[in-house]
């Protein structure tokens, strides 16, 4: 696929099911511009009372029966998003069919969504790695959110819910303005497409730190994550820091060297710069991998 225009990226959102329509309500809330946003699902109060202006309707066949429609919208799609349940049968199975139209379609695909917390049982932790292998066939990159790791002490229920539907639009957020952001040194559709394409479960982290701090960037982006899927050797790397007008090259070689060192030694390696007015005395790096 040849490169696009920045300004020209067609990404689109999908929520599955009633997990990914509450995931898609945070969304939505963003109001993130140029994105599309469309449910599929059956009636019921959690996709009635989603408040997008496209839905798709399912009444009894699955994904089959609208499998038209859903094709129209991926075929004028670039990156797509699919926000589902990775421990339900139905919405993981509905998932990988549309992932399998997106990618006759030419769409990158990812799959963005929650595993499920220690204390639901073996057979429900069992089930989410059956349908994590079988989302890695069909989807370019697969993000799993490690619910356990964000539970605090004192959390209750609806914090922990809360806070892991949070993360999973803020990673979309921040993969969003990787290639809709325009920096000084660019990455855009070509350079995430070559990253993530047929990975599976890939790594992903946002981090920022006091220019101070610069040194202590790699290993905030690898220990700090929210992700189920542990930090290893990346042979494929992207990441782009967002600073100040006045970010030295000193500060941003520094950078680099440190995630390189998290890289295997054939990594193919792309960074992106991005200038922002707010941020004076912070940096903040976002970086995907496979």
């Known amino acids: 696929m040849p490169k696009k225009d920045l300004m020209t990226i067609r990404v689109t959102v999908m929520s599955i099911g009633g997990r990914g329509a509450n995931v898609m309500e945070r969304i939505a809330a963003m109001a993130l511009p140029g994105v599309r946003l469309v449910g599929v699902g059956a009636r019921g109060k959690t996709f009635d009372r ?12 699955g994904i089959a029966e ?38 006759k379609c030419g769409a990158l695909t990812f799959f963005v969504g929650a595993f499920p917390f220690a204390f639901e049982g073996r057979p429900k932790l069992k089930l989410a790695d059956d349908n994590v292998a079988m989302l890695n066939q069909s989807v370019d990159g697969v993000l799993t959110v490690d619910g356990d790791r964000l539970l605090a002490a004192d959390a209750n229920a609806q914090d922990a819910l809360t806070k892991t539907d949070q993360v999973v639009a803020s990673m979309i957020r921040n993969i969003v303005d990787l290639v809709m952001k325009f920096g000084v040194v660019n990455v ?11 990975a599976g479960e890939i790594f992903f982290n946002a981090v920022t730190v006091p220019r101070a701090e ?3 960037v790699a290993t905030k982006l690898l220990a700090e994550t929210s992700l189920r899927q542990a930090s ?3 042979t494929r790397a992207l990441y782009v820091i967002y600073g100040s007008a006045d970010l030295l090259m000193e500060e941003i070689s520094l950078i680099g060297q440190k995630i390189a060192e998290c890289t295997s030694d054939d990594a193919r390696i792309i960074f992106g710069v991005v200038a922002e007015g707010e941020r004076v005395e912070e940096v903040k790096v976002v970086l995907i991998g496979a």
């Open 214 to 216: 610069i040194a202590s």
């Open 50 to 61: 989603l408040v997008i202006r496209e839905k798709i309707e399912l009444s009894g066949r």
């Open 232 to 234: 290893r050797k990346l």
């Open 188 to 198: 855009d559709f070509s350079d995430l497409k070559t990253t993530v394409q047929n």
């Open 66 to 103: 609208k499998a038209s429609e859903i094709k129209a919208v991926v075929e004028q799609t670039d990156i797509l998003f699919l926000l589902g349940n990775v421990a339900g049968e139905e919405s993981a199975a509905q998932c990988d069919e549309v992932a399998k139209i997106a990618r």
